[in-house]
């Protein structure tokens, strides 16, 4: 089945840009969405088919999806996105919703 | 405003059986498709189920494949998952989800399962 690879933790300053990657075989050729969530709370979509952002949610989120990996951009970061980050395709040979592992965002 | 309020969960011992509904609000529940998503304690998402709107068509993880049956009612707005033969890898929090051309932008807040002895 298909697999999404994210790194387990990031951490960036208040201020400065995170970036989210979100590794699969030929990525770039799939619509790739990501997930925001708190703890304790349930996941938000903050970026859908790569790059477009749901109603709400901040200009500072944006994404890119090339080759064999996509990005979640976070910039000027702020305390209030510390947050696990979660990308997700729908795989169209096995008809399976696939998400990636995970990321978690450390604001220092 | 679109509502998506998940029930049924609980503790069950291994072997058990479930059932866990989502009443949904706020939309044309026909008109989409729904997911069931899980999360075990301390650990990432991951897809359970889908079912579509109208025509029945139905997915499930490999993982979950053969013990658990998604369902719908239309006119009650309720989505379920019948869970059988419940494992302890089973023990999550329950989330139902609308889809939206393969996203999920619209989530309950969930209901925990605890698969244990």
């Known amino acids: 089945s298909y697999v999404l690879t994210q790194p387990p933790s990031v951490s960036v300053a208040p201020g400065q840009t995170a970036r989210i990657t979100c590794g699969g075989d030929i990525i770039g050729s799939q619509s790739v969405h990501w997930y925001q969530q708190k703890p304790g709370q349930a996941p938000v979509l903050v970026v859908y088919?790569?790059?477009d952002r749901p109603s709400g949610i901040p200009e500072r989120f944006s994404g890119s999806n090339s080759g064999n990996t996509a990005t979640l951009t976070i910039s000027r970061v702020e305390a209030g996105d510390e947050a696990d980050y979660y990308c997700q395709v729908w795989d169209s040979s096995s008809y399976h919703t696939v998400f990636g592992g995970g990321t978690q965002l450390t604001v220092l | 405003e679109v509502q998506l309020v998940e029930s049924g969960g609980g503790l069950v011992q291994p072997g058990g059986s479930l059932r866990l509904s989502c009443a949904a609000s706020?939309?044309?529940?026909?008109?989409?498709?729904m997911n069931w998503v899980r999360q075990a304690p301390g650990k990432g998402l991951e897809w359970v189920s889908y079912?579509?709107?109208?025509?029945?068509?139905?997915y499930y993880a490999d993982s979950v494949k053969g013990r658990f049956t998604i369902s719908r009612d239309n006119a009650q707005n309720s989505l379920y998952l019948q869970m059988n033969s419940l494992r302890a890898e089973d023990t999550a929090l329950y989330y139902c989800?609308?889809?939206?051309?393969?996203?999920?932008?619209?989530w309950g807040q969930g209901t925990l399962v605890t698969v244990s002895s």
């Open positions: 989800a609308r889809e939206v051309s393969g996203n999920l932008p619209y």
């Open positions: 079912i579509s709107g109208t025509t029945n068509i139905i």
């Open positions: 706020g939309f044309t529940f026909s008109s989409f498709s």
């Open positions: 088919d790569d790059s």
